[in-house]
């Protein structure tokens, strides 16, 4: 048989070619065994938001992908007011002890979400029939009754809890809810107090969205040390970092620094990076927001673009580097779900996107990103 000069160069640079994607990819998959948990285990927890249907369906591969990368779970919904009580009052255990039953059997550090919130809770818990608001002694007595029931039963199965979530709003004032026209201030004391006093063991933190940002920053410190005047049992902040490949990283150093000379342990509750674009000036993450779909907000539904999905390893790569640089402050980084198909970022704040913002794609396999976190670790 005769062959080319060019030819064998060709068959040769091919070679070379599979030569190197092989090594490539044994790479990654050694890299993958070490797991996410067990690279930062001397940093801080890794956690993850599971939804109900997760641990309904106990699909073996998934359940794996949780035990191998992480060592913390926070329920995505079922503990919240609406899930977890029926309109009369009465309470919904069902899915609360299932994801609980599920961080005990896999000995996963268990975080409580959440026990004060403004969102996804019945108007009847606030108001009279005729609309009018009760007394501010009926909503300390409702408060009571829930957060003494929710904490007690879980009490030493929940190591933490996110105690109030989202009380600044975003003008950086106390955020206008029914809890805080009733009961001002004693909405947040009263929760930390009642949590602290049922469970003396467990670490209970306040949660927002955007409290990176320099002026929701500041408006948090205030209500933190106002909040500690009172001598209210608070152990950690919680920052979601609900951001976009666009976020200034500096603002979570700024933050950590911050938070932390308070005598707060930091943690990031609820990451995810939003690669989508933009339809808001200031992005939120109140629940309520909604925007129209339109087919130029969802560029991406044939999957990520490399050049996108490189932008989102470095994003990943820059936040990591600067909480490895602070692990002395930061007790647990949570991504807001495991995989880019349960991802609540699909459906917010348009119904019907495709998002791309975790570690792990559509198929739970990982991710650049996923790859960029372990490299910090060697």
Excluded at 151 to 169: L, M, P, Q, S
Excluded at 171 to 177: E, I, P, Y
């Amino acid at each position: 048989m005769n062959i080319s000069r060019r030819n064998l160069l060709a068959m040769s640079g091919a070679t070379a070619a599979l030569i190197a994607s092989a090594k490539l990819q044994a790479a990654e998959k050694a890299a993958a065994a070490t797991g996410l948990k067990d690279a930062y285990k001397d940093d801080f927890l890794i956690g993850a938001a599971l939804s109900v249907s997760i641990i309904k369906q106990q699909d073996p591969k998934l359940v794996a992908l949780i035990n191998k990368d992480f060592n913390s779970v926070t329920p995505e919904n079922c503990q919240k007011w609406g899930e977890i009580r029926n309109e009369d009052g009465s309470w919904k255990w069902q899915d609360s002890d299932a994801i609980v039953d599920f961080a005990g059997k896999h000995k996963l550090h268990m975080v409580g979400h959440t026990l004060g919130w403004h969102s996804q809770i019945p108007e009847s818990v606030f108001k009279n029939k005729d609309g009018s608001y009760i007394s501010k002694d009926a909503l300390v007595k409702k408060q009571q009754e829930h957060i003494t029931t929710l904490v007690d039963r879980y009490k030493g199965k929940i190591h933490a809890w996110d105690v109030v979530n989202e009380a600044v709003g975003d003008d950086n004032k106390m955020r206008d809810s029914h809890w805080y026209k009733i009961m001002g201030d004693d909405f947040l004391v009263n929760a930390f107090n009642l949590a602290h006093e049922t469970d003396p063991n467990a670490h209970l933190m306040y949660n927002d969205y955007n409290n990176e940002r320099k002026d929701k920053r500041q408006a948090t410190v205030e209500m933190i040390k106002r909040l500690q005047k009172r001598s209210v049992p608070i152990h950690g902040l919680g920052m979601q970092a609900h951001i976009g490949l666009g976020t200034n990283m500096q603002d979570f150093e700024d933050s950590i620094l911050a938070y932390s000379a308070l005598g707060l342990k930091v943690h990031l509750t609820e990451l995810d990076i939003d690669v989508l674009p933009s339809v808001w000036n200031l992005p939120v993450a109140e629940i309520s927001t909604r925007f129209e779909y339109k087919p130029e907000r969802d560029p991406y539904i044939k999957g990520l673009p490399k050049e996108i999905d490189e932008q989102l390893a470095k994003a990943y790569e820059s936040l990591f580097k600067i909480l490895i640089k602070h692990k002395e402050k930061i007790e647990r980084v949570t991504f807001w779900g495991v995989s880019d198909d349960a991802s609540w970022l699909n459906g917010f704040p348009i119904p019907g996107r495709t998002n791309y913002p975790l570690l792990f794609d559509r198929k739970q396999e990982p991710k650049s990103a996923y790859f960029r976190l372990l490299d910090l670790k060697k």
